[in-house]
């Protein structure tokens, strides 16, 4: 009988995918009580002939949608295939430990029903797999990270999975669990299930596709927070520490002076620099959708 599934979507991501399904397959959970959703968004580097190459010990399905569809609707046709009475929500750029099947269904089976969040390390490299160790960019306050959560699949079902028509991007995550816990359910963290989440550093080679990004991210908090108008939700949205400095990156990115400053400071290459002044820059466009969605 298969206990978990892990249901993963991904799209273009044909390397990174390959190691987290490694990682998947090396679990110290029993491989017959365990199963891989696996749902491709319409990839084009031929995601599909690598998957088709390799031998999994446990059971793997994969699925291809015929076009691209996003993230929750891809999640949420995973959780309607999955078999298992447990959700592992997995991101397809994370490489989990060993024991990490393992430390979710313990949690569950410790304290009974509720929402068990992982551990997530930042890694810029494959090499600080099983090296690094967390650090202040790795801590989060999310109560439902999918890069990294489980659940049981028939509380999904019963609070109607992903809100997949609101939100034009993000916060569908942390809306779901904001329903999960209106049902009853208790969030807990175990540091032991835990899984390395590469990503590169932030750099200007895509920045106006990210403050596009952050736009929608800004405007989706604003929609959380209409449909659920609470202080715990407007301070979830707007509770960033961050955020407060946000004049400083609308001054980075609109002021004549402040575009000569990031850039000169940009041409030093310092990665974790250039992080944090781009993170400014995000923030004012976060905020900026944020207000443009709760004027309307």
Not at 89 to 111: G, M, N, T, W
């Amino acid at each position: 009988m298969i206990e978990a599934s892990i249901v993963i979507p991904t799209y273009n991501r044909k390397s990174i995918l390959e190691k987290c399904l490694e990682a998947l397959f090396n679990q110290d959970y029993p491989n017959d009580k365990y199963e891989i959703v696996l749902i491709d968004d319409g990839s084009t580097d031929e995601t599909d002939k690598m998957v088709a190459s390799l031998d999994p010990p446990c059971r793997l399905r994969y699925v291809r949608n015929n076009k691209r569809i996003g993230v929750p609707k891809s999640r949420n046709r995973g959780i309607r295939l999955a078999r298992g009475k447990y959700i592992i929500c997995v991101d397809s750029d994370i490489i989990v430990v060993p024991e990490f099947a393992q430390e979710h269904l313990k949690y569950h089976q410790l304290y009974g029903d509720g929402i068990v969040n992982g551990e997530l390390i930042y890694i810029s490299s494959l090499e600080q797999v099983g090296k690094k160790r967390k650090g202040v960019w790795d801590i989060s306050f999310s109560s439902f990270d999918t890069a990294n959560v489980s659940v049981r699949k028939k509380h999904i079902d019963k609070v109607g999975g992903f809100d997949v028509d609101l939100f034009p991007y993000g916060w569908q995550d942390v809306e779901l669990g904001y329903r999960l816990k209106k049902i009853g359910l208790k969030s807990r963290k175990n540091p032991e299930a835990l899984g390395y989440h590469f990503r590169k550093w932030a750099d200007t080679s895509n920045l106006d596709f990210l403050k596009e990004k952050e736009l929608m991210r800004g405007m989706s908090g604003a929609l959380y927070f209409k449909k659920h108008p609470c202080f715990k939700v407007k301070a979830s949205v707007k509770g960033n520490p961050l955020f407060g400095l946000a004049f400083i990156g609308r001054w980075l990115d609109k002021n004549p002076g402040g575009k000569r400053v990031f850039s000169r400071l940009q041409k030093r290459d310092i990665e974790w620099l250039n992080a944090a002044l781009i993170k400014l820059v995000l923030c004012h466009y976060y905020l900026q959708g944020y207000h443009q969605e709760m004027s309307k």
